[in-house]
């Protein structure tokens, strides 16, 4: 009758069975201690502090669990009427829907634990400021940004790989997706965008589309679901500039360019961290840290290791750490 207490695994393998498959040490995406032993569980605080958290991503709801853990009085406010940030939309693609498991159990060891989540609240520097709050911590995650090839204006479609998994853009067509970052961004992304009818094809720097899916053990089952929905690979492509609906590329290891004609191109990259509220609070004077994508865009499970660390160690002395 407590299936609710219980943390799933989520068969991500992304701290696990791939990690050793490559000789490295053991972890796990949810448990910041798994593989990590021997460092100390949260020290308790000399006196309960109030802390506002800012994001409940994966970063900011593992360092509400940590600081409530170590004692202290949390509250996390987020701008949207759900918790999870980009794991939400990660699990919103059919084939990575356990994905969402992450959140659902953060939010479970949240509400045992007496942390209070405010929803839909937008957070700037004047409501912190009027508030009894002791720290603050900023998770507000990353924002996309246009790169330097892409003009401003284009008539075709130009949308980052959030956008289509939030709705904000609704590719068709023919659709080149730019795989920077070689994981399930971009493959997933592709295969939603096929199911939907259109002509998809993936292109990546790397040597192979979604490299990092051979460390999940995706690599094989992704090649199977690609080439049935009919999702092009390109690899060893560089995107260098866009000429009208025209994407100009450059395969770099000979340096032949060539053309692809498009109506859409999704990208898959680097994003910049949503910093400016943490640079604000630490202009006013306020106690502040920031976690996960808002220090520099990473992935869940270095989220929650941030996480973790920030929030056992508030109001403790400083370690390097906060």
């Not at 690899?235 to 692809?260: F, I, N, P, Y």
């Not at 509220?277 to 920031?290: K, M, N, Q, T």
Request: net charge negative.
């Amino acid at each position: 009758g407590h299936v609710d207490d219980i943390r799933l695994c989520l068969s991500c393998n992304q701290e696990c069975v791939g990690r050793m498959g490559l000789n490295r040490w053991l972890g796990c995406i949810e448990n910041p201690h798994a593989g990590r032993e021997s460092i100390a569980i949260e020290p308790k605080p000399a006196a309960k502090q109030k802390v506002a958290i800012v994001g409940a991503g994966p970063g900011g709801l593992q360092t509400a669990i940590a600081a409530a853990r170590a004692g202290h009085d949390v509250t996390v406010y987020e701008k949207n009427s759900d918790a999870g940030g980009q794991v939400r939309l990660a699990a919103s693609v059919p084939n990575r829907a356990e994905f969402g498991d992450m959140i659902r159990n953060q939010l479970a060891e949240a509400k045992r634990l007496g942390v209070v989540i405010v929803f839909d609240h937008e957070v700037d520097l004047a409501f912190l400021q009027s508030q009894p709050i002791d720290h603050v911590v900023v998770a507000t995650g990353a924002s996309p940004v246009r790169p330097w090839f892409v003009p401003s204006d284009l008539p075709i479609g130009v949308a980052d790989v959030r956008d289509v998994l939030t709705g904000d853009a609704a590719p068709a067509g023919r659709v080149v997706v730019f795989d920077e970052l070689g994981f399930h961004q971009a493959t997933s992304v592709a295969e939603l965008l096929a199911d939907r009818g259109c002509a998809v094809e993936v292109i990546t720097p790397g040597m192979v589309v979604g490299q990092d899916l051979g460390v999940t053990l995706d690599m094989e089952q992704w090649m199977i679901r690609a080439g049935a929905k009919g999702i092009v690979q390109t690899t060893d492509t560089l995107v260098t500039g866009v000429d009208g609906a025209k994407l100009q590329l450059m395969q770099h290891t000979t340096g032949a360019s060539s053309e692809r004609e498009v109506d859409w191109l999704v990208l898959s990259m680097q994003q910049a961290p949503a910093d400016s509220l943490y640079f604000a609070c630490r202009e006013a004077g306020l106690h502040v840290e920031r976690v996960g994508d808002a220090v520099a865009p990473r992935r869940a499970h270095a989220a929650v290791i941030d996480g973790q660390r920030v929030g056992s160690q508030l109001g403790q002395p400083k370690n390097g750490y906060c």
